[in-house]
């Protein structure tokens, strides 16, 4: 039998369970089920949802970038995007000689009922903040800061809160739990639809 996790990995912990060598925490920290991987990555810096599972097909497939599942992340940025910033945000930037595929960007009413993050982002009274809920269908490294600065509004802080169909609603950072059986259904439905033609294997992170 399988075994399908959600985490909600906390600010500086490592999307790795080997820690030779390492100073920062890692998922072994919290997760003490053998054999699960997580499926795609995210850096130590960003905070939010991780699917791990032992189930290789899966996690291969989900990896890979023909199958563009989308993942949603609420992102606080530097000052206020405008309408130019967001509609080139939606229509595609170039980072490192690469234009970003199309995503769907929204500038969020208010701020989104998050746990504080430890250590806190650095705050300037002069520097106003805002925050921005970013759906992507790819997964480049660091791909939302380097798009977020590319228009001239640098990420503080970067949540992921959902992917696909799976929501961060009910975690608190540092805890896990099982997949529903509709929930792991929905995975393997996702698992056979890739939406582009076939390219080279790259990691997802953000």
Request: a positive charge.
């Amino acid at each position: 039998m399988n075994r399908y996790l959600l985490f909600y990995k906390p600010y500086n912990v490592l999307c790795q369970f080997t820690d030779e060598g390492i100073t920062r925490p890692t998922l072994k920290d919290y997760i003490a089920v053998p054999d699960v991987y997580p499926v795609g990555r995210l850096d130590h810096d960003s905070e939010g949802l991780v699917l791990l599972t032992d189930d290789g097909k899966l996690q291969h497939q989900l990896s890979h970038p023909d199958f563009g599942h989308p993942r949603t992340y609420w992102v606080q940025v530097e000052r206020e995007p405008d309408a130019a910033a967001i509609a080139q945000l939606q229509q595609g930037v170039v980072i490192q000689g690469y234009r970003t595929r199309p995503a769907q960007v929204r500038l969020l009413p208010e701020e989104p009922d998050l746990p504080p993050r430890d250590p806190p982002i650095r705050f300037r009274k002069t520097v106003p903040t805002a925050w921005l809920e970013v759906t992507l269908t790819e997964g480049r490294n660091r791909q939302v800061r380097r798009m977020t600065a590319a228009v001239g509004f640098p990420t503080l802080r970067l949540v992921r809160v959902a992917i696909a169909h799976l929501r961060l609603a009910g975690l608190e950072p540092g805890t896990w739990r099982e997949l529903t059986a509709a929930e792991v259904a929905q995975l393997h439905q996702l698992r056979r639809q890739p939406t582009r033609s076939p390219t080279v294997n790259r990691h997802r992170r953000s």
